[in-house]
């Protein structure tokens, strides 16, 4: 399975699903602890999350997945949202809460 195809199965099988540095308990960036408090402030409890620092593979492959240059990077329903500025700017407007809403 190439790391497009599994990158692919990932963001449609789970409802929720950021890409990060780290993990939601230990981010490693600041753009990355910034997404998961977003994240929760929107009202998903647990989004599943996977740390691009574990596999090189993935963390060059989701940049190409999406054709997003930066890290982290949000997924809904098996489409792309944005990275950590774009979910700010949802969540001040309300909107992010309602996409999170709808994935449940």
């Known amino acids: 399975m190439s790391v497009q195809d599994k990158i692919r199965e990932t963001v449609t099988s789970h409802p929720v699903v950021l890409y990060m540095k780290g993990s939601p308990q230990f981010p490693m960036c600041g753009f990355s602890a910034s997404a998961v408090q977003i994240l929760k402030a929107s009202g998903a409890d647990k989004p599943f999350t996977v740390d691009v620092l574990q596999d090189e593979e993935v963390r060059q492959g989701i940049k190409e997945y999406a054709n997003w ?5 949000l997924y809904v329903k098996g489409e792309f949202v944005g990275g950590a500025d774009i979910m700010r700017e949802m969540y001040q407007s309300g909107e992010l809460q309602t996409l999170i809403a709808s994935a449940k």
């Open 69 to 73: 240059p930066t890290i982290p990077q």
